[in-house]
């Protein structure tokens, strides 16, 4: 059974951090073979993508996180990571891991097959 499970979220002040982590299991092939990404989705607004990480480690951020949210992943242990700092009211929202079997990760949402549930973070002003 293919999984993803995200862990790490919560509620923090503005200027926080949080650490989220996302476990992989089950993949058909080797985790390592795997384009990943970090995704969020607030209250009445789309999906949209937060930072990807392809599998040779290109990493790709969206302009509202870069410089704030660092991306990286664990081949050997499954893991993919996005440490965000200096949170703002506005990075409200549920966070998801998402995979895809390519070579190339992008920030757009339709290109993922494999979805986690996901984990709330929540910041306050």
């Known amino acids: 059974q293919v999984q993803l499970v995200e862990s790490g979220g919560g509620s923090v002040q503005a200027d926080g951090s949080l650490r989220l982590a996302c476990a992989a299991s089950?993949?058909?092939?080797?985790?390592?073979?795997?384009?990943m990404g970090w995704f969020r989705q607030a209250p009445g607004k789309e999906r949209e993508g937060v930072a990807t990480?392809?599998?040779?480690?290109?990493?790709t951020y969206a302009g509202s996180v870069k410089g704030r949210f660092s991306i990286s992943r664990d081949n050997a242990k499954n893991a993919l990571y996005l440490q965000m700092n200096s949170l703002k009211p506005d990075d409200t929202a549920m966070y998801y891991c998402?995979?895809?079997?390519?070579?190339?990760?992008?920030?757009?949402?339709?290109?993922?097959?494999?979805w986690g549930q996901g984990t709330q973070v929540t910041v306050s002003a």
């Open positions: 998402a995979a895809k079997y390519s070579w190339q990760g992008t920030l757009q949402p339709h290109d993922y097959n494999i």
């Open positions: 990480i392809d599998r040779a480690g290109r990493i």
């Open positions: 089950g993949l058909t092939y080797s985790y390592s073979m795997y384009s």
